[in-house]
């Protein structure tokens, strides 16, 4: 899967430590996801089973898809041409394409609003 792989808690671990840096609480964060009642649920597990605090709460988990239907409402989202990767999975290009489409989209909704 990748070069070098590493153990799911040292994963969670890593992204802990990394949220922390912004010194926010728990309450002033927000969990951004497509598709985040999969993401929030696969990331607490994970949390839960290593016993490692969440640093997000409940509260703040927002979902891309739906906070774009708000943006385009009462259109449908458009169907705007995202680059394709053949690194299928890879967070990191997940990430990128998901910004891509969100700044697509966002420019689409501009001039119709």
Not at 47 to 71: A, K, M, Q, W, Y
Request: aromatic share 12%.
């Amino acid at each position: 899967m990748t070069e070098n792989p590493i153990e799911p808690q040292q994963a969670m671990d890593a992204m802990v430590r990394f949220v922390a840096e912004d010194g926010g609480t728990i309450n002033e964060r927000r969990f951004w996801a497509k598709n985040a009642a999969f993401d929030w649920g696969f990331v607490s597990s994970y949390l839960h089973d290593f016993d490692i605090s969440n640093p997000f709460s409940f509260r703040g988990v927002r979902d891309i898809r739906t906070f774009l239907e708000g943006v385009v409402h009462p259109t449908p989202i458009p169907d705007v041409e995202t680059p394709q990767s053949e690194h299928a999975h890879n967070a990191l290009v997940d990430c990128v394409m998901q910004i891509d489409w969100l700044f697509k989209v966002m420019a689409y909704a501009r001039p119709h609003s």
